[in-house]
């Protein structure tokens, strides 16, 4: 589908309440897009807001990032964490209160921030695995990749429960559901909702596309290799995630999984024990993440 279809537009124009996010996300947009913006700058910006500070170095204090010492200034902790660190405290925080209710009662709520933090912390292990060098950004993408889906529950509650009703009535998929009663899916609110948000083009592409990741390639003009890159990753990480056994990745969810995707990510039952163990720490690091915020 494309990003500005005629349901898309339909269907989003029935949203009347749709969170914004707060200023200090256009702040931080607008001085991470200045390579001369320096530490203390973009420090000076965040001391205005004293709840964001606390986080930030609670954040960077915390298990989460294994620093050893105390750091008790907010310049020393923007140098640690990097701009974009501090950017997605700021969007993790402003979407887990605009979104931390249940909207429809046939949406639980917890079930999907539990499968949200899952496929961040495996996203990012397997980004750490291959050395990435967008190790945080897979994080976040992975914890946002189904906003559509929070979107459509507590924003479109009526198309929602219209959802629920043929996905249960015709025994298919929640996605398969959804193409049927909205002719798209909760990919494409997502990627609205991201285009909306200005999040960053990666971040728009995986909550658009996590469910048909071989599109990314097909673009015109081509996507960036790590645009492309971070949907396979979240694609593959929303597989597994769904797979998990006792806090396990398992080797068996691979199935699940764009073949195309998992040979290009080489995912293998060799070396499967070593990343099990790498996915159980993101996920305990992950938990901790979202407590401090
Ligand atoms: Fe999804
Ligand atoms: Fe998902």
Same mark, same amino acid.
């Given at each position: 589908?494309?990003?500005? /279809?005629t ?14 996010l ?17 530490a ?7 001391a205005?807001?004293?709840?964001? $500070? ?5 954040l960077v204090?915390? #298990?989460?990032?294994?620093?050893? %010492? ?5 310049t020393?902790a ?6 974009s ?6 969007l993790?925080t402003?979407?887990l209160? &605009?979104?931390n ?27 750490v ?10 994080f976040?993408?992975g914890?946002?990749h189904?906003m ?20 249960e ?7 398969? #559901?959804?193409? /049927? ?5 909760? %990919?494409?609110?997502?990627?609205w909702?991201?285009?909306k948000? !200005?999040?960053p ?17 097909? @673009?015109?003009?081509p996507? @960036?290799r790590?645009?492309? !890159?971070l $949907?396979f990753?979240?694609?593959a ?14 080797? /068996?969810a691979? &199935? ?5 995707v ?19 720490e ?12």
């Amino acid at each position: 589908m494309s990003p500005e /279809s005629t349901e898309l537009k339909a269907l989003v124009q029935k949203i009347t309440d749709l969170p914004t996010l707060p200023a200090m996300m256009a702040t931080i947009t607008r001085l991470m897009q200045d390579p001369r913006t320096s530490a203390e700058e973009l420090g000076r910006a965040i001391a205005t807001d004293p709840a964001l $500070v606390s986080k930030v170095l609670k954040l960077v204090n915390s #298990a989460f990032y294994g620093f050893p %010492g105390r750091i008790s200034t907010i310049t020393q902790a923007i140098v640690i964490l990097g701009f974009s660190t501090i950017r997605n405290v700021v969007l993790t925080t402003s979407v887990l209160k &605009a979104f931390n209710k249940n909207g429809s009662h046939a949406f639980d709520v917890e079930k999907f921030w539990e499968h949200s933090l899952l496929t961040g912390a495996i996203a990012r292990s397997l980004a750490v695995e291959r050395e990435a060098n967008f190790i945080e950004e897979t994080f976040i993408a992975g914890l946002l990749h189904d906003m559509g889906r929070i979107v459509l529950s507590q924003k479109l509650t009526a198309e929602f429960d219209k959802v629920i009703l043929v996905k249960e009535k015709a025994n298919i998929s929640q996605l398969a #559901a959804e193409q /049927s009663v909205l002719k798209l899916t909760h %990919g494409d609110i997502g990627g609205w909702l991201a285009r909306k948000w !200005n999040l960053p083009i990666p971040f728009v592409e995986v909550m658009r596309l996590h469910h048909s990741p071989l599109e990314i390639l097909a @673009q015109e003009p081509p996507a @960036q290799r790590d645009t492309a !890159n971070l $949907v396979f990753l979240v694609h593959a990480a929303d597989a597994l995630s769904k797979g998990i056994v006792e806090g396990k990745v398992q080797f /068996s969810a691979c &199935a699940a999984i764009d073949p195309k995707v998992r040979a290009d990510l080489k995912l293998e039952e060799a070396g499967w024990d070593r990343f099990q163990l790498r996915t159980e720490e993101e996920i305990g690091k992950a938990r901790a993440f979202l407590e401090i915020i």
